[in-house]
């Protein structure tokens, strides 16, 4: 599966714990990050600086959902079960 064109909801939804560029704490989970684009596409995918975790998180129908609000849901329901 790809990526839904324009969805970002991977670069919303989660926190990130890992240093991003423009952001060297990490981000909060539902905080926009700031590689992602006005068009929601990731300014540094493919780069060695993007998150390790970032790049580990591949698009599943699970995740993704039929729409960009289902895939934010899902992400936001994952990141409360896994809240520490």
Not at 1 to 22: K, L, V
Not at 25 to 46: D, E, H
Request: net charge positive; charged share 15%.
């Amino acid at each position: 599966m790809q990526c839904r064109a324009g969805c970002g909801a991977c670069c919303i939804a989660p926190s990130i714990s890992s240093p991003i560029p423009g952001m060297p704490n990490g981000k909060a989970a539902g905080v926009r990050c700031v590689q992602l684009s006005a068009t929601n596409l990731c300014a540094i995918f493919g780069e060695p600086e993007r998150p390790a975790c970032c790049s580990g998180l591949k698009p599943a129908d699970e995740m993704c959902g039929a729409s960009r609000i289902d895939a934010l849901l899902w992400l936001a329901k994952l990141e409360a079960a896994t809240k520490p």
